[in-house]
Nanobody, 119 residues
Framework: QVQLVESGGGLVQAGGSLRLACLAS????????MDWYRQAPGKQRERVAG????????SYADSVKGRFTISRDNVKNTVYLQMNGLKPEDTGVYYCNAIRSVTPRRNYWGQGTQVTVSS
């Protein structure tokens, strides 16, 4: 059974930092591209950051460039999102997404972790 379990969310003041983690199980993690998404109340889910299978290629939404860093540990089956310089507009539920990069294609979501940034 495939599971993606996010952790590390919480309440933080503006300017603070949080580190999210997403632990994957029941899957061949090294073959999955990994993404972090977020969804603010009343808004569509948006892609925040992504990392390829080997960790050598990353991408970010313009709104988080220079503040957030995505990384992965293929031994620990975990992807991380280091968030620095947090702003109130970063508030939302953060989701981990896994997309298998080889056939057969698979796509999995975690249950999400709440991040709240107070001004």
């Amino acid at each position: 059974q495939v599971q993606l379990v996010e952790s590390g969310g919480g309440l933080v003041q503006a300017g603070g930092s949080l580190r999210l983690a997403c632990l994957a199980s029941g899957m061949d993690f090294m073959w999955y591209d990994m993404d972090w998404y977020r969804q603010a109340p009343g808004k569509q889910r948006e892609r925040v950051a992504g990392i390829n299978t080997g960790g050598g290629s990353t991408s970010y939404a313009d709104s988080v460039k220079g503040r957030f860093t995505i990384s992965r540990d293929n031994v620990k089956n975990t992807v991380y999102l280091q968030m620095n310089g947090l702003k109130p507009e970063d508030t939302g539920v953060y989701y981990c997404n896994a997309i298998r990069s080889v056939t057969p294609r698979r796509n999995y979501w975690g249950q999400g972790t709440q991040v709240t940034v107070s001004s």
